[in-house]
């Protein structure tokens, strides 16, 4: 049986930092985008999240972001106060609001974009074709817990 070496404990480790690092270093880079409308990470990941499916719900957004109703409430009455968002009540069912990136949101979003485009533009143009493949793989497998 071939030995599996990025399977060891320390590789494993290595790994793990280097997603912590990896994170950290593309969340950071519109740090200073954020902190002039005095928003912070969970409003990026909400705006990123609504910009990527627009239209979602209050319940799908909760579940994707994997946090409480009162946290997200929060986040997103900033995002409405500072018009980046706007909700859209549902056809079908009016109780229901649908969420899209409002005017300013768009633009707020694309400078953060492209801010975190840069390094991962790089980073992928300077890497082999194949492991940028095995690397979203990869990735997908970690998100999705795959056994």
């Known amino acids: ?3 599996l070496l990025y399977l060891k404990d320390e590789q494993i480790k290595d790994f793990i930092q280097l997603l912590f690092y990896a994170y950290r ?8 985008i954020l902190a002039k ?3 912070g990470p969970a409003h990026l990941r909400a705006l990123n999240l609504i910009e990527r499916n ?3 719900q209050l319940g799908e957004l909760m579940y994707q972001l994997k946090i409480t109703k009162q946290s997200l409430n929060r986040v997103l009455r900033d995002l409405l106060k500072s018009k980046m968002i706007k909700q859209i009540k549902d056809e079908e ?3 229901r609001k649908n969420l899209f990136l409002d005017k300013e949101g768009k633009i707020f979003f694309e400078k953060i974009y492209e801010t975190q485009k840069k390094r991962i533009f790089n980073a992928l143009k300077n890497s082999e074709p194949d492991s940028v493949i095995k ?3 990869v990735l997908n497998k970690i998100i999705n817990g795959t056994k």
């Open 25 to 32: 270093e593309t969340f950071s880079d519109p740090k200073e």
């Open 37 to 39: 409308n005095s928003f």
């Open 1 to 3: 049986m071939k030995e």
């Open 93 to 95: 069912d009016t109780r």
């Open 135 to 137: 690397f979203k793989e």
């Open 54 to 56: 627009p239209g979602t």
